[in-house]
């Protein structure tokens, strides 16, 4: 296995960076800020970023078969129209409940986007505190963002068992994608929200997003929506 090398490649502050999705298109790499009520869209080539604003809390987004891009924003589903910062509505649920929200999306394999609004937290171990986004790679192992435990750990789903533990110089991790030209850079974004600024002080790069090279081993591109 090469050497592992960790880096932020998006100093972006981000309150709540969550749901990072590759766009091999575009060599770019996208992600939420969930309370800033924003998608946002990295080149990996020119370093740039572009931001599209939503007019609710974005939990998260994802590839669409026929362009553009599917998000969940608020109790809503949503398409992007990038090029004209347009969003329409595709399908609402939880008209009656008042400060409820979508908390996490995912397409399947199926094409099919997937969303809760509530979560059960296990804990995995007492130092890896709560486990939060994740994916797979093309050996079908499980990699999970440890939120307040500054890590990503690699999982073999079938038995439980930790195979990998990437530590990261912030806290709150919260999901993690692979991208790349091949696949074979993690990316992991994190939060800042919640920290005092002391903690802010120690960790200057909360709020970033990672770049993780040297795992040893490719993720799978992204399923799109197929709506």
């Known amino acids: 296995m090469s ?5 932020c490649v998006l100093p972006k502050n981000c309150r709540c960076g969550e749901s990072p999705v590759w766009e091999e298109a575009s060599n770019s790499l996208l992600f939420v800020d969930i309370p800033a009520k924003m998608v946002c869209r990295w080149d990996s080539l020119t370093k740039q970023v572009q931001q599209f604003t939503t007019d609710a809390p974005v939990s998260s987004v994802a590839l669409r078969q026929s362009g553009g891009y599917v998000a969940t924003v608020g109790t809503k589903f949503c398409a992007l129209n990038w090029e004209d910062q347009a969003t329409a509505v595709l399908a609402t649920v939880d008209k009656d ?5 979508f ?11 997937f ?4 979560r059960n ?11 939060d986004g994740m994916c797979i790679d093309v050996e079908g192992k499980l990699w999970v963002a440890c939120y307040n435990g500054g890590r990503v750990i690699r999982l073999d789903p079938e038995t439980g068992k930790r195979l990998q533990t ?18 074979s850079e993690m990316y992991v ?3 800042q929200d919640g920290m005092n600024p002391e903690s802010l002080l120690k960790q200057p790069e909360a709020g970033g997003i990672f770049k993780i090279t040297g795992l040893g081993v490719k993720g799978i591109c992204p399923y799109p929506y197929a709506g």
Request: some cysteine; hydrophobic content about 25%; aromatic content about 8%.
């Open 3 to 7: 050497s592992i090398k960790i880096e």
């Open 97 to 101: 409940k008042k400060n409820n929200r």
């Open 103 to 113: 908390n996490d999306g995912k397409v399947d394999p199926a094409g099919r986007y």
């Open 115 to 118: 969303a809760a609004n509530r």
């Open 121 to 131: 937290v296990y804990k995995l171990e007492k130092e890896e505190q709560i486990p």
């Open 166 to 183: 990437v530590k990261l110089p912030v806290d709150k991790t919260t999901s993690c994608c692979f991208g790349g030209k091949d696949y």
């Open 189 to 191: 974004t994190c939060a």
